[in-house]
């Protein structure tokens, strides 16, 4: 089974500049979740979806969103990049019914790692 | 913001000796899960704690958690170069929250 996909891996975008990232969950689980992290912050949440639906957001600015499509591979999208957004982000699925807690293990792709100039 | 603190922040041992990494954390969690991660990789689960259970084990893993001190410890036995990386705890909090919560991460150095 192959495991969470994120593309792209590297990237450099300069300031002002708008970034989309993208992920592919493990075949057959419906929730993924998204963290940005920093040498300074750590993981941090951004989102959580499940069946094209947010259910979870964290502490970021409306600069960051994200979406799911009804395959459940989801995108998230920076816009007015900042030095500061500068992170290895990081996406995550799970295998999780609706309405369910997260008691469930996160299944991590290798990150998309963004440098802002 | 960090649920979970792990301590000491970074730890550096001989092949073969343990490794013990321990994590506080605040509010009540349904769970409690171990995660590792190597050098700007994405991050690999290691082994769940539930709430109701007290110790478990995987392979060279032993998990303990102490839900009345909010805190809980991974032990690596016989510790190896390979084991070389950053250990994340991370929880979900009770109530509903459907997301896990990391610590800031511990990073272990195993020499050879």
């Known amino acids: 089974k192959a495991g969470v996909t994120q593309t792209p891996r590297y990237l450099i975008k300069t300031r002002g500049q708008q970034v989309t990232l993208s992920c592919s969950p493990i075949?057959?689980?419906?929730?993924v979740s998204w963290y940005q992290q920093t040498p300074g912050q750590g993981l941090q949440f951004l989102f959580e979806y499940f069946s094209e639906t947010q259910r979870n957001k964290g502490n970021f600015p409306g600069r960051f969103s994200g979406r799911q499509f009804s395959n459940s591979r989801s995108e998230m999208n920076v816009s007015t990049l900042e030095l500061g957004d500068s992170a290895l982000y990081l996406c995550?699925?799970?295998?999780?019914?609706?309405?369910?807690?997260?008691?469930?293990?996160?299944?991590f792709g290798e990150g998309s790692r963004l440098t802002v100039l | 913001s960090q649920q979970g603190e792990e301590d000491p922040q970074a730890l550096s041992i001989q092949e073969g000796e343990n490794a013990t990494m321990n994590c506080s954390y605040k509010?009540?969690?349904?769970?409690l899960q171990w995660y590792r991660q190597n050098s700007g990789r994405g991050l690999v689960h290691l082994i769940l704690?539930?709430?109701?259970?007290r110790e478990k084990h995987s392979g060279r893993l032993r998990v303990t958690l102490d839900t009345s001190k909010k805190s809980s410890s991974l032990l690596i036995t016989a510790s190896r170069a390979a084991d070389t990386a950053s250990y994340f705890c991370a929880t979900d909090t009770q109530g509903g929250s459907e997301k896990l919560v990391f610590g800031k991460g511990m990073k272990l150095t195993v020499n050879p």
């Open positions: 509010t009540s969690i349904n769970n």
């Open positions: 704690i539930r709430s109701n259970e």
């Open positions: 995550a699925s799970s295998l999780q019914q609706r309405g369910g807690l997260n008691t469930g293990e996160l299944f």
């Open positions: 075949s057959g689980h419906r929730s």
